[in-house]
């Protein structure tokens, strides 16, 4: 899977981006381009066309802070699509994919974990959605099909994208599919931006592209996006329907890891967590 770059970045926002919204006036002349020409997004941005275009063209080299913010701001990028574009912009020219040794979870991440009990389901994800550790409440929310003990080893890890994706047990589970869909698209596209050798990250990317025409087609839009907090409406085959809300927590020893808590969301939804935790045999 091609990594992508500074410039097929710039001319997919540069598309979505219409005169009218970047504040132009429009004679209601016929457009060849969907969004803004280069020439009216340099002189909004204060940059020479020439400029704008080396820079789409991935032929530049860095540009400047003040270019990018500026680029941003006339092209209405949200904080993480500015992240993106700023990682972008600072990757060495030329990259070659590495492998990575397998993740490892700081013992304190897993004490923290520990901590949460059973009340809370909570997993514990790498950089690449790997689950790296989960509570057995945390595994029977979101995957009590799998073994429990399958994070324990990088070789059997189960990967939330390839199960959101390409697993259809896993799919049924929620309710907003499509919407937590663009999200997860979404955070594997920032995470490119600050990992561009990874080469396990790239096999994931292609692997769902090539198996998923629903990833290969969001994934052609270039949209970016954080992954903090949201909503997770699920019918879970064991409890019905539950609502919970996702919320990461950041690890200072270990910026790459993300514990991920499940909280309900209304009286019913903790009924059926407090179910899922109390029964000791679901998903063995």
């Not at 969004?35 to 940059?47: I, K, M």
């Not at 309900?264 to 407090?274: F, N």
């Amino acid at each position: 899977m091609q990594t992508e770059t500074l410039g097929v970045f710039l001319k997919t926002r540069r598309d979505r981006i219409t005169p009218r919204e970047a504040g132009l006036r429009s004679y209601g002349t016929v457009r060849r381009v969907p969004g803004l020409r280069r020439e009216e997004l340099a002189q909004l941005a204060g940059v020479s066309v020439g400029y704008y275009t080396r820079l789409e063209q991935d032929q530049s080299g860095t540009a400047s802070t003040q270019v990018l913010d500026s680029l941003a701001r006339v092209l209405g990028l949200d904080e993480a699509e500015t992240t993106h574009l700023h990682n972008l912009a600072h990757r060495p020219g030329v990259s070659r994919l590495a492998r990575p040794e397998p993740e490892t979870p700081h013992p304190r991440v897993l004490t923290l974990l520990r901590s949460l009990g059973e009340s809370v389901p909570a997993i514990v994800l790498g950089r690449r959605g790997d689950v790296l550790g989960w509570n057995r409440s945390g595994h029977l929310l979101l995957a009590e099909h799998l073994d429990y003990d399958a994070p324990t080893t990088p070789e059997t890890r189960p990967s939330i994208p390839r199960m959101f994706f390409l697993d259809p047990l896993h799919r049924d589970l929620y309710r907003n599919w499509d919407e937590l869909a663009r999200i997860h698209i979404g955070y594997l596209r920032l995470t490119t931006g600050r990992y561009p050798t990874d080469a396990r990250l790239a096999e994931l990317i292609g692997e769902l592209a090539m198996h998923s025409p629903v990833f290969a087609g969001l994934w052609a839009t270039g949209d970016v996006a954080d992954c903090t907090t949201g909503p997770m409406d699920l019918q879970h085959p064991t409890i019905g329907r539950v609502d919970v809300d996702y919320q990461v927590w950041l690890q200072p020893d270990s910026p790459d890891h993300r514990l991920e808590v499940y909280t309900p969301r209304d009286h019913s939804s903790e009924d059926a967590l407090r179910l899922l935790a109390g029964n000791p045999t679901t998903g063995r």
